[in-house]
């Protein structure tokens, strides 16, 4: 710990002795020829800002570098932006973190700690946000609380998509690809000016692929399946007023997963010798996971966008509603049974339906002060279901504990805020941003547990038994907080900005899912707050050299922990602290070739034990789960005039530490570190033709997405191995 805050520390003062050193550079105008980087235009701050104006930590992806990294979805951008990880259990529970803070809950009367936006509509439920991307103009990842503008469930950060808007022009695309596991996608997107006051853009996707996994013995695809979606958004401009209306709809049909046993040296002998036995000459991409897994997925989402630019001020009001369906089968041991002595046939459905309301008022762009406030209404209705058949045997458990039973849970969660935030310049190189949100919570819920066995072989079967009982409760609970942000930056030379923050996030208390007893149902974990201290640097040198860092330490009360024990979900309120540091750089090296990168060292430890009721969980001084020690990427980006078109090349390198999925921090739940490499090459003609090629984990990386652990042993979900590509589209 003392040499991770002397690292800090030793950041903090090379950034400020950068800052100090950068003036003559800085000053110093680029030849008119000479190289340099495109400005980034953001709108986290509700308003469009040069990305180095803000005092927040930023990355930022345009539509042109999700293309060049063959981002299809949250999952490929993640790892790219600093201090950013993702896991996912299942198509309806991605699991991101960011500077150690995420959750790994299911619960219906919970929310996730990272923000997600789809064009600033706040999305309740985590399978609800990780959808494919289609016609995407940008993605922001924001790091640190941003509980004055964003909310609920953004006690750790934001991430912000952002689609492609109706524009007064008549243009299109069309985009048909080719891949590895038998992979087969079209894509289109047309936009058509309807008069001189309203636009209609329409954008569709499909994809198909057989996985890149296995069953054994039929040999059946798993990691694959077939999904596709559409979107139509309608632009009326009246005057001072505009509407903006957009629905989008898609649907997964999903494999399942290949679940993978991986023991350790922790493992005990016999469970590694019967594993190593089972799965002679099997690799990691083939399972006996069953066949008849499945994930399944459907969204549904219409929003309603008005703004009125007023001589005082600008108006907008935000109205959305979201429908998400999803339901999904795993073997959660990948092993045939009874050979290995337990077997977890897990199923869940979830239906989801949330509404929203957001007004805000704004200052008029090139006011002396910038402010923004609002009022925020959400409601969100879920209804999930879970089911777990069971079969067990020594040595593991008696086949008493097997059984059949369901959890259901019924839950309303509301949520009201109001918010403001302000940025004030004085002295001609200062600014103060002071913000604040008071947020009120309430969660109503119904829990049912049900032995499906009626009794007939007790106890009932795990996770509800062998200590629990059928249970039949409601209960409602309330959750007020502020929130706030102060940040002070100063500019001392042009292009040079400093900037110190503290920023308090804020995640309302949730009821626990899967609970053994009826009172534990019904006790809701407390509210997590997080206060975030922060220091950092933006600058752009002689135009070309973008370097950015941040200092931070983040202090939580009552984190929200989630511990699979057995098969039985423990949850429990913890402290802890994270101390770390993030730099990003970009330097264009000429007009044709960028090279960059970014690196994010963490230290993020458990401060207390955890209890749940009587059960103490020695978390103290264990990791957070999801928080590797470092993170770095590396990229080279180029364009050239070759044969009468645009030549574009780019690759990318992404190292991540070895990290816990759990705050256990057992053996079976570490995933080691691991690099990953993927490059991307396009050439497009004047009128518009482009072909283009992309490998993904060209290196065939083997790397965990997700582990349970059971036995000590660790069943895991591995990522997709070496993986191409082939794009031709046609731009008119």
Do not use: C
Not at 290 to 319: C, I, K, M, W
Not at 396 to 401: D, G, V
Not at 587 to 599: E, F, M, P, R, V
């Amino acid at each position: 710990m003392k040499f991770v805050h002397a690292t800090t520390a030793s950041v903090a003062a090379l950034m400020l002795g950068a800052a100090l050193a950068a003036p003559a550079a800085a000053q110093e105008a680029p030849p008119q020829d000479a190289a340099t980087l495109d400005e980034v235009i953001v709108t986290a701050q509700r308003r469009e800002q040069s990305l180095q104006d803000v005092p927040i930590a930023i990355t930022a992806f345009n539509a042109e570098t999700l293309e060049r990294t063959a981002a299809t979805g949250i999952q490929d951008i993640a790892a790219k932006a600093p201090g950013v990880t993702l896991t996912q259990f299942n198509i309806g529970e991605p699991q991101l973190y960011i500077r150690g803070v995420g959750s790994s809950s299911d619960s219906a009367a919970s929310d996730p700690s990272i923000g997600v936006s789809i064009d600033e509509v706040s999305i309740g439920r985590s399978g609800a946000s990780a959808l494919a991307f289609l016609d995407i103009e940008r993605v922001e990842v924001l790091r640190g609380p941003q509980g004055t503008l964003y909310g609920r469930n953004a006690s750790g950060g934001a991430l912000n998509i952002y689609t492609r808007k109706p524009v007064f022009q008549n243009t299109g695309s069309l985009t048909a690809r080719i891949g590895s596991f038998d992979e087969y996608g079209l894509e289109g997107v047309v936009n058509r000016q309807l008069d001189d006051e309203t636009a209609i853009r329409f954008a569709a996707r499909y994809n198909t692929n057989d996985g890149y996994a296995e069953n054994v013995p039929t040999g059946q695809g798993l990691e694959g399946g077939t999904s596709w979606g559409a979107r139509v958004s309608v632009l009326k401009e009246a005057g001072d007023w505009s509407l903006l209306l957009s629905g989008d709809y898609s649907k997964d049909d999903m494999d399942g997963h290949a679940r993978i046993p991986v023991t350790t040296s922790a493992t005990a002998p016999a469970f590694v010798t019967l594993v190593n036995t089972l799965r002679t000459g099997l690799d990691r991409r083939q399972s006996f996971s069953s066949p008849d897994n499945y994930q399944d997925r459907t969204n549904f989402g219409v929003t309603a966008r008005v703004e009125h630019s007023g001589e005082a001020f600008d108006f907008v009001s935000l109205t959305s509603f979201r429908d998400n369906d999803y339901s999904w089968r795993d073997n959660l041991g990948g092993l045939p049974f009874p050979a290995f002595p337990l077997e977890v046939d897990d199923r869940a459905s979830e239906k989801a339906r949330q509404f929203s309301q957001e007004f805000r008022l704004a200052s008029k762009p090139g006011s002396d002060i910038n402010w923004v406030a609002g009022a925020y209404v959400f409601q969100e209705d879920i209804l999930r279901s879970e089911r777990f058949i069971v079969n067990t045997a020594l040595p593991i458990a008696p086949p008493s504990f097997g059984g059949d039973t369901t959890f259901i849970q019924d839950a309303t969660n509301r949520s009201f805020a109001v918010f403001g935030q302000a940025n004030i310049p004085f002295a001609d190189i200062w600014e103060l941003t002071l913000g604040a949100r008071w947020t009120h919570d309430k969660r109503e819920i119904h829990q049912i547990a049900i032995d499906n066995e009626g009794g007939a072989n007790p106890p009932p079967g795990i996770p509800l038994g062998p200590g629990g009982a059928p249970y039949n409760v409601t209960g409602d609970e309330s959750f007020s907080e502020p929130s706030w942000k102060i940040a002070l930056a100063v500019e001392p030379v042009d292009n040079v900005r400093l900037y110190a923050s503290y920023d308090r996030g804020y995640k309302a208390g949730a009821f626990p899912s899967t609970a053994q007893s009826g009172a534990q149902a019904l006790t809701p974990l407390a509210s997590e707050l997080l206060d975030n201290y922060e220091i950092g640097v933006k600058s752009t040198l002689m135009g070309r050299l973008r370097f950015n860092a941040a200092a931070f330490k983040l202090e939580y009360t009552d984190l929200q922990v989630y511990e699979l024990l057995g098969l039985a979900l423990v949850t429990s309120n913890a402290q802890a602290e994270v101390d770390g540091f993030e730099i990003e750089t970009a330097l264009a090296i000429t007009n044709n070739l960028t090279i960059g990168g970014s690196y994010t060292s963490l230290d993020a430890k458990f401060t207390s034990n955890a209890a749940s009721g009587a059960l103490v969980l020695p978390y103290n001084g264990n990791t957070l789960p999801r928080s590797p020690d470092s993170q770095y990427t590396l990229y080279i980006d180029s364009e050239w005039d070759v044969a009468g078109g645009v030549l574009a090349a780019r690759a990318d390198y992404q190292w991540t530490d070895a990290f816990y999925f759990d705050p256990s921090n057992n053996p079976e739940v570490l995933s080691p570190e691991h690099e990953l490499v993927s490059a991307f090459l396009s050439w497009e003609s004047p009128s518009g033709l482009k072909i283009s090629a992309y490998g993904k984990n060209l290196t065939d990386t083997e790397y965990q997405t997700h582990i349970i652990k059971n036995v000590g042993v660790g069943f895991s979900v591995f990522g997709a191995p070496r993986s191409f590509g082939v794009a031709l589209s046609q731009s008119f």
